[in-house]
């Protein structure tokens, strides 16, 4: 059975008032969605409370859950619409957290991709990678949160561009177009440090 399949099998549970079935979906996606609301706040505290203010929300609205999209895009769409909704009573702006390219909590990953960094690197080049992270995080952070959202979802949580304007409410062309702008302003940020790069000799 594919996840998408259990996540049918549960969501009808819950909907007729199986409380286990949904702590189930908890399960499932808490990280997920605590990864996606630690990329617009910087408080881990914040991230908690909005991460379960999101799952209360979803239980509440459950039975208005029709299945026309997959249920963690739904999911997700309350995560930001929480999210945002805190930020403005907090009157704070949607930051990317530090450290968003590399997933929060998932030490193993994190530790898997640094050890083939550091497997036959140099230090130079181990370095030049850093770097460029660091380049990019502060890119991803100095685009407008409509761009900064939609490459978020694109490239780090991996949600296809239908499932994106299904999160952010808006037609399929405008995330093309926020994805590829965000895309544009990235590259223009990198560009100096790959070209310098490629100049030096080791």
Not at 39 to 64: G, S
Not at 120 to 130: D, I
């Amino acid at each position: 059975m594919s996840g998408a399949d259990a996540d049918v099998l549960l969501v009808e549970r819950a909907r007729r008032g199986d409380v286990r079935a949904f702590e189930m979906l908890v399960v499932k996606y808490q990280r997920r969605i605590e990864r996606l609301i630690a990329r617009m706040v910087r408080d881990d505290a914040l991230v908690q409370d909005i991460a379960q203010e999101t799952f209360i929300r979803a239980y509440r609205a459950i039975a208005q859950f029709r299945g026309e999209s997959a249920f963690y895009t739904w999911l997700y769409r309350i995560a930001v619409n929480t999210a945002k909704k805190s930020l403005v009573e907090l009157r704070r702006d949607p930051l990317v957290s530090e450290g968003s390219l590399a997933s929060r909590d998932d030490g193993d990953e994190t530790s898997r991709v640094e050890n083939e960094l550091s497997d036959g690197a140099t230090p130079e080049s181990l370095l030049a990678s850093r770097e460029i992270a660091s380049a990019v995080n502060a890119a991803i952070e100095a685009l407008s949160e409509d761009l900064r959202q939609a490459i978020t979802l694109r490239e780090i949580e991996g949600l296809s561009y239908e499932e994106i304007a299904d999160v952010m409410n808006c037609p399929i062309g405008t995330v093309r177009s926020r994805i590829f702008r965000a895309r544009e302003a990235i590259a223009t940020r990198l560009r100096p440090l790959l070209d310098t790069r490629e100049g030096e000799r080791w």
